[in-house]
């Protein structure tokens, strides 16, 4: 019998889906304030909420990445002495 890996704990799950979720959302809203051609004040600020959205979505995928890198073993130079 094979044992299946375990899955994460959410803790680090989380922080990839709620940026996924963050990118989606803003990237759906942006083509809406683009297709609807919301102009003005309004139209500016769903457009710059949007792109908002999608840069903190992209901060926390890229933090839940991190987080799961977290335990594997990182490469590290030789200790040895230098010549």
Do not use: C, H, K
């Not at 990839?16 to 809203?29: D, E, M, N, Q």
């Not at 710059?48 to 335990?71: C, H, I, K, P, Q």
């Amino acid at each position: 019998m094979t044992d299946s890996p375990s899955p994460a704990p959410l803790g680090t799950r989380l922080p990839r889906r709620v940026g996924i979720g963050l990118l989606a959302a803003g990237f759906t809203a942006l083509l809406l304030s683009i297709g609807f051609d919301l102009d003005g004040v309004g139209g500016g600020f769903v457009q710059g909420a949007a792109v908002g959205g999608m840069l903190v979505g992209t901060y926390f995928w890229g933090f839940g990445n991190g987080l799961r890198r977290r335990d594997r073993p990182q490469w590290l130079p030789s200790r040895g002495t230098t010549e």
